[in-house]
């Protein structure tokens, strides 16, 4: 495969690729469409010092119980305040999904060459600073690695370097040696909690232990992805939500927070795994974490069964016509696959798969009009169905991978912005 792209690469640079009309006409669409709603949104939430996430959405008590299966008297949902439905949820920086936005804009602009947008890249990146001494959550590597990483990697500056090397000390602090697992959440009913998301912060450790030569970091890493490895996959390569720890190292419990059950493959988690593991393979050469993301990537394109491959928000959800579909997952896993095609000689059906979920979130059904959606790119996402959050709206990190999918897709297809 990497032998393959290489010569397509310098077919297309010697003699051009496919013009706007042709070939290429719906990569330079969504492109095009994202920048414009990217601008849109920050006319709408400037100066606010705050971020886009999703939108404040309503939902149906008996439709949450049936996708859900179980009574409807047994869930006590709490419904948003009616007078803001419909707006723009807006997180603080302290939320998880705050680097996202950001992140999109230095992405587009990277993608488009058109460097206004990494001056707004960079105003919104720069209201994140206080997060380099934050340590409330695992989920600074999606915060700050998101937003500060994407500005160190296009505009590289000491003081970016600082940033986000003090945040990869304050997320390594959070590792338990007797565990082997970094804390992903402090609060809750479990005594440990690990979720899979946390697959996905530790780019960030890697990133920094080559910018500072830490070897604990990327130590740190490694165990976690290994304990991980061990503890939070089923047999058929599915992921469990939420692996809890005892203080001795046992596991205290498996099971779910955003999926149908306990027992079932909630959509996006599998999507973290397998960008997770896609990532430790890059940072490690280490051939066990290829066959692991390799065994996600068979299960996620054995277990989603829907035309276009954009998967219900939960693998065991009722696979109905009404059954909402989450966007967010479809473009992680795209932009995963993406880089796997190039880790494997049989990388091939990774990216067709990887492709065909781009050209299907650049159709009608999933990218937004310019001008609607309220700003964001995508539509279609679920932040968490069991608890009513954002079910069927637009994500900031829906976007954030489709942008991130379609750029790896061009490198890989020797395409650039102008020539489309
Ligand atoms: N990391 C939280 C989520 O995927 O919803």
Redesign the pocket.
């Known amino acids: 495969m990497i032998k393959r792209i290489s010569l397509f690469a310098l077919l297309a640079a010697a003699f051009g690729v496919a013009s706007c009309t042709g070939e290429y006409s719906w990569v330079k669409n969504g492109i095009d469409t994202a920048v414009y709603q990217l601008e849109y949104m920050d006319g709408a939430i400037a100066g606010q010092g705050k971020l886009p996430r999703g939108i404040i959405m309503d939902f149906d008590d008996g439709f949450i119980a049936s996708q859900m299966g179980v009574p409807v008297d047994s869930m006590k949902l709490k419904h948003p305040d009616p007078d803001k439905v419909g707006q723009i949820n807006l997180t603080k920086i302290t939320g998880?999904t705050s680097g996202f936005y950001p992140g999109s804009l230095w992405i587009a602009g990277d993608i488009t060459g058109d460097h206004a947008l990494w001056e707004k890249a960079s105003e919104y990146t720069n209201l994140l600073e206080p997060l380099r001494s934050y340590k409330g959550t695992h989920?600074l590597g999606f915060m700050v690695w998101c937003s500060f990483g994407n500005a160190l990697q296009l505009q590289p500056a000491d003081s970016v370097k600082d940033i986000v090397s003090e945040t990869a000390a304050n997320l390594a602090g959070r590792f338990n040696p007797g565990i082997g697992c970094i804390r992903s959440w402090d609060f809750g009913k479990w005594n440990y909690p690990v979720i899979i998301?946390n697959m996905m912060n530790l780019e960030l450790l890697f990133e920094v232990s080559k910018l500072t030569g830490d070897r604990s970091l990327y130590d740190t890493a490694v165990t976690h992805a290994r304990t991980t490895m061990a503890n939070h996959f089923r047999p058929d390569t599915t992921s469990y939500h939420v692996v809890s720890y005892n203080d001795d190292g046992t596991v205290e419990s498996k099971g779910t927070h955003?999926g149908r059950s306990d027992s079932s493959a909630w959509s996006?988690g599998q999507a973290?795994g397998l960008y997770g593991y896609t990532v430790c393979y890059r940072e490690t050469s280490d051939k066990a974490f290829l066959d692991q993301a390799c065994a996600i990537a068979d299960m996620v394109m054995r277990r989603v069964t829907t035309s276009d491959a954009i998967p219900y928000w939960d693998y065991d959800a009722p696979s109905l016509d009404g059954t909402p579909r989450d966007a967010s997952a479809a473009a992680v896993t795209a932009s995963a696959l993406m880089e796997l095609s190039e880790s494997v000689p049989d990388g091939k059906k990774y990216f067709d798969y990887g492709e065909k979920i781009l050209r299907s979130l650049s159709s009608p059904e999933y990218l937004a009009e310019k001008g609607t959606n309220s700003g964001f790119v995508l539509k279609h996402s679920v932040?968490?169905l069991p608890h009513g959050t954002e079910v069927d709206s637009p994500l900031s990190y829906a976007d954030y991978y489709y942008l991130e999918g379609l750029r790896r897709y061009m490198k890989i297809k020797g395409i650039s912005y102008k020539d489309l």
């Open positions: 998880w989920d998301d955003q996006r973290w932040t968490s």
